[in-house]
């Protein structure tokens, strides 16, 4: 029985002394003895015993919050603050009395708790203005850590805080943390808020997804954006990126998209102009080789589906090098046409067995070579026209459209090269001169 009433007398030693000791704890807080608050508090956390006490780590979240707001550089106090508040919450919440539940931070109106909040959101605030990015991230992810402790606890009505999970993604893609800003983009675009100030936002979760090879959440955020922003252009040119290397799977897309709006410019421009690479790039193309020239027919198709939809200069002028191209290629059947014919007159001679003068192979081939050439010149002058017609116009040329405008001034020089009037061929030639 002693040994009882020793126990006994013992724990209510020890629960004393707890007493005393959080009890200065609260003393020193009154009087905004912070720092001495500080020591004791520490201590009282430090014990293994006090793990389950709520009361210590309420007292450990005030005194740090109000150590945190008169040294903002700290960072650690704040974290410290927020970290003790959690702890108690979550102690808290097993307390089957409902009335007796967040007692502590109910007496004070929840101050500290909100404080946390407001305190991480407002530093997040002058980080940023500051373009301290990554410290801004920090202060943002912290609030938000913060206003879910609120939530989660029924203190306040708003259940999604759209500006700092707005602050966080921006903070962190300025940062270049990518993989942080998809994670708060993402809280947003789930929400499927249809703000047009948001759309920069589902485009980067698509590029971000397309870059790290996550096909899933990739369409997932394409077919949101579109649903949410049906009038976005840019949906297709992800689409599109989305078949990286592979050449037959981005001409089979492009093809898909022309099939479901046939009217679209910059896709059918954007078609013929790969097809147009394709075509003419890479290694070296036989001439009448049946692939290339199947080739050639397909691109003559899509680039004058470009032109069909929207006449523009670039369309014409891509339709230039193309027809230009097919010049080359039957003048070098021509070439070979007539070394054919050279070749044949050396072997055979001026006449046959019986006299008569015989026909050298490859002169039939050569004059229809020359028929052909004579008509792609003609068709080469039409686009060329339309073209020049477009550019001569246009006061402020890009670099690029520039350097278009030159070739198409080449080809109409050509022209009437090939034409033999050299007073035209003149003009255009001093045209080239003044850009």
Do not use: C
Request: glycine share 4%; aromatic share 12%.
């Amino acid at each position: 029985m002693r040994k009882l009433l020793l126990a006994a007398l013992l724990s209510a030693s020890t629960l004393g002394v707890f007493a005393q000791k959080i009890e200065d704890v609260k003393a020193d807080v009154s009087k905004q003895k912070y720092t001495d608050a500080k020591s004791k508090i520490d201590q009282l956390a430090a014990d293994p015993k006090n793990a389950g006490n709520s009361e210590v780590w309420f007292e450990k979240a005030v005194v740090y919050n109000n150590l945190a707001k008169a040294n903002p550089t700290d960072a650690t106090l704040q974290a410290a603050a927020l970290d003790a508040m959690k702890r108690y919450f979550q102690l808290e919440s097993g307390v089957k009395d409902e009335k007796k539940r967040f007692l502590l931070s109910t007496l004070e109106g929840h101050k500290t708790a909100f404080d946390l909040y407001s305190s991480q959101f407002n530093a997040g605030v002058q980080a940023y203005n500051a373009k301290n990015y990554e410290q801004s991230y920090k202060n943002f992810s912290n609030a938000l850590d913060a206003f879910d402790m609120l939530s989660n606890n029924n203190l306040t009505n708003i259940k999604f805080d759209t500006t700092a999970v707005l602050y966080a993604g921006i903070t962190a893609q300025n940062s270049k943390n990518l993989a942080g800003a998809a994670k708060y983009y993402g809280m947003i675009a789930d929400k499927r808020i249809a703000d047009t100030n948001y759309v920069d936002l589902y485009e980067f979760l698509v590029q971000y997804y397309m870059n790290n090879k996550d096909e899933a959440n990739m369409n997932k955020y394409l077919a949101l954006g579109r649903e949410l922003y049906p009038n976005n252009k840019n949906w297709i040119s992800y689409e599109i990126a989305a078949t990286g290397n592979d050449k037959d799977k981005r001409m089979a897309k492009y093809q898909e998209i022309l099939q479901k709006d046939p009217k679209n410019y910059e896709v059918a421009l954007d078609y013929a102009a790969e097809l147009f690479s394709q075509t003419y790039g890479g290694d070296p193309k036989k001439p009448g080789d049946v692939t290339y020239e199947a080739q050639k027919d397909a691109l003559t198709k899509a680039i004058q589906r470009a032109i069909d939809i929207n006449p523009t200069a670039t369309a014409n002028y891509i339709m230039t090098q193309h027809i230009s191209n097919q010049i080359y290629d039957l003048q070098q059947q021509l070439n070979d046409a007539r070394k054919t014919t050279a070749a044949t007159k050396a072997s055979a001679g001026k006449t046959s067995a019986k006299g008569a003068t015989a026909k050298p192979a490859g002169v039939g081939k050569s004059q229809e070579y020359e028929k052909a050439i004579a008509a792609k010149f003609e068709d080469v002058f039409a686009y060329s026209t339309k073209a020049y017609d477009q550019y001569s116009k246009e006061t402020n040329l890009k670099p690029e459209d520039k350097q278009n405008y030159k070739k198409v001034l080449n080809n109409l020089v050509d022209y009437y090269q090939y034409k033999k009037q050299p007073a035209k061929a003149a003009e255009y030639q001093a045209k080239l001169k003044t850009l």
